[in-house]
């Protein structure tokens, strides 16, 4: 798999001579209390958006975190499991993993809170996680799963789903694309290594996360990111790359099909106090309720004039129903 050789090569120059921004855009970084990142961090946040919800960190959860860069969202992940081994980073390239350790160093002097054992980074690939099953809360990558083909996409999604516990999350951000691409930018492997010839629309996003058995998935936001143009890439046309935010739950699979919040709500206007559909909806009268794709689709096909569905907004922000 040459392809792969190809991103290794790419993240042990960018640990040896950092580059902001190398693959992907920058993001801010999270404004928590008695938080202080390294600006050697910052520069290498090689992600294109975030994978650190404080909503999902509650009680101290265990969590992985693969592909680590400099290791910012690692630290971010121990601000709120502040235990020894509390956050596993794995990585495959030895350079990423050294210039980590060093980095959290630096950490320890700006936050007195931190403790680099807090963390434990493990050689590894996400292809054969060095992980036991069911053992993970959280487990997150950032613009890493876009690099891989399919075949390879799911099988680095079967090892996250085998290493989380029941009811646990993944958490991803990955640059997707609604447009095709032509066999010159998907074959050229650099571009798969800069998190852009590898992305893919969000409805086989999607699939490849609920074919692997997630009953449950967020899209938490979605985002410009990047152009691809004719004068600077082998394309005919401009091509219009977005990252997005995502959370896959390890929930059972409901027996009509996953539940997909893509940012739709269900609206009841009547003149009663509340509206029951009797399969565990209820909404109140002029109160937005959060709804997956599927109940809207449910919702609609009672061709009720009391009801408004909204269009997906790709931002979902926990509550509702399925």
């Not at 121990?78 to 956050?87: E, H, L, S, T």
């Not at 807090?118 to 292809?127: E, H, I, N, S």
């Not at 010159?184 to 490849?208: H, M, Q, T, V, W």
Request: include cysteine; charged fraction near 25%; glycine fraction near 6%.
């Amino acid at each position: 798999m040459s392809y792969l050789k190809t991103t290794h090569d790419v993240y042990k120059e960018a640990a040896l001579m950092p580059e902001e921004g190398l693959c992907c855009t920058t993001n801010p970084v999270w404004e928590l209390p008695g938080l202080k990142i390294p600006k050697i961090m910052q520069l290498m946040n090689y992600g294109c958006g975030s994978t650190v919800h404080p909503r999902d960190l509650v009680n101290n959860p265990k969590t992985l975190y693969v592909g680590v860069g400099g290791g910012m969202e690692l630290l971010q992940f121990a601000y709120f499991n502040r235990q020894v081994n509390g956050v596993i980073g794995i990585d495959v390239v030895d350079e990423m993993l050294d210039a980590s350790r060093k980095n959290f160093k630096e950490a320890e002097k700006m936050n007195p809170w931190f403790n680099s054992e807090f963390v434990t980074l493990k050689k590894g690939d996400a292809l054969h996680l060095p992980v036991e099953d069911n053992t993970i809360d959280v487990a997150a990558q950032n613009c890493l799963f876009n690099i891989f083909k399919k075949d390879d996409l799911k099988k680095a999604i079967e090892e996250m789903y085998r290493v989380l516990k029941p009811h646990g999350r993944l958490v991803m951000s990955d640059p997707t694309c609604e447009q095709p691409m032509n066999d010159e930018l998907r074959n050229d492997e650099r571009l798969r290594a800069l998190c852009l010839s590898g992305s893919i629309p969000i409805k086989d996003y999607i699939k490849a996360l609920t074919d692997v058995g997630f009953g449950t998935i967020e899209i938490r936001a979605r985002k410009p990111y990047r152009i691809l143009d004719p004068k600077n890439y082998s394309t005919d046309e401009l091509i219009f790359i977005e990252s997005i935010e995502v959370a896959a739950i390890k929930d059972p699979m409901p027996e009509d099909g996953p539940c997909v919040f893509t940012g739709r709500t269900a609206i009841y206007f009547g003149n009663e106090d509340y509206f029951d559909d009797k399969a565990g909806h209820i909404l109140l009268r002029n109160q937005p309720l959060a709804i997956c794709d599927k109940t809207a689709a449910i919702l609609t096909s009672l061709e009720r004039e009391d009801l408004f569905i909204t269009e997906p907004t790709f931002h979902y922000d926990g509550g509702g129903c399925c």
